[in-house]
């Protein structure tokens, strides 16, 4: 594996360590399919200074019978206090509480019956990040990552720390989607993402928005929209 992650065994996704930080035992937002009968899923997960509910909007723009959309919340609607871009252990213990919320999410669908490769994640800024950062440090096949605004996180990005041990996206489906000139995500970031997951075989595609600034682009819901389609092809 390539980072903090582990297999429970029945094709779940586990963090290696207990994590009793701010963002556990937070409400965790539904729409979509019930979860019952969902045969797909996907994990949204929002910016700074939003909620669940924010990014449940977003799921009804890109909806699809059969696929249910699981959005955690974030204590004080942030999951980390810095810059993206602090050296890491500053945003501790958010960045790492956030994750264990991912991780509990996908639990969610998996504990249902949903596969991990019908499982994706769509992240807006803050969210982006951590969505990045989660299929980063927990390479397997998953239905897809849709990146809005964000990247890996950290003050560098040293590809060694995620492709140790063979990790491998098999393919997952990748879309990163920024800003040239965003005021939060620098486009260098944006690229370094990119290396990085396509250097663990995920199926990437970058698009760099001419002056958008810091939203969301009719583009780019297309193409989660697409995304979510092919989870319930």
């Known amino acids: 594996m390539g980072g903090e992650g582990?297999?429970?065994g029945d094709g779940g996704v586990t963090l290696d360590y207990d994590v009793d930080g701010p963002h556990q035992d937070q409400p965790l937002a539904t729409a979509g399919t019930d979860l019952e009968d969902a045969t797909a899923a996907v994990v949204l997960t929002h910016g700074r200074g939003a909620t669940a509910q924010s990014m449940l909007q977003l799921a009804r723009e890109v909806h699809h019978d059969g696929?249910?959309?699981?959005?955690?919340?974030?204590?004080?609607?942030?999951w980390y206090p810095n810059s993206f871009?602090?050296?890491?252990?500053?945003?501790?213990?958010?960045?790492?509480?956030?994750?264990?919320?991912i991780a509990d999410a996908v639990g969610r669908a998996t504990d249902s019956g949903i596969p991990l490769e019908r499982v994706a994640f769509v992240g807006f800024s803050q969210g982006a990040c951590l969505a990045s950062e989660f299929?980063?440090?927990?390479?397997?096949?998953?239905?897809?990552?849709?990146?809005?605004s964000g990247g890996l996180i950290g003050d560098s990005v040293d590809p060694e720390d995620y492709l140790d041990d063979g990790a491998d996206l098999e393919g997952t489906p990748v879309f990163l989607g920024c800003s040239d000139v965003d005021?939060?995500?620098p486009e260098e970031r944006v690229h370094e993402?990119?290396?990085?997951?396509?250097?663990?075989?995920?199926?990437v595609t970058e698009r760099l928005y001419e002056g958008m600034g810091?939203?969301?682009?009719e583009d780019e819901l297309a193409f989660v929209s697409e995304l979510v389609a092919a989870l319930v092809d």
């Open 135 to 148: 299929v980063g440090r927990n390479p397997r096949r998953y239905g897809g990552l849709a990146a809005l």
């Open 6 to 8: 582990g297999d429970d």
């Open 85 to 101: 871009l602090a050296p890491v252990e500053q945003n501790e213990p958010g960045r790492t509480s956030g994750l264990r919320a």
């Open 193 to 203: 993402t990119a290396d990085v997951l396509e250097a663990m075989n995920g199926d």
């Open 214 to 217: 810091h939203g969301v682009n």
């Open 183 to 185: 005021p939060h995500i």
């Open 67 to 78: 696929v249910v959309f699981l959005a955690p919340q974030a204590a004080r609607r942030t």
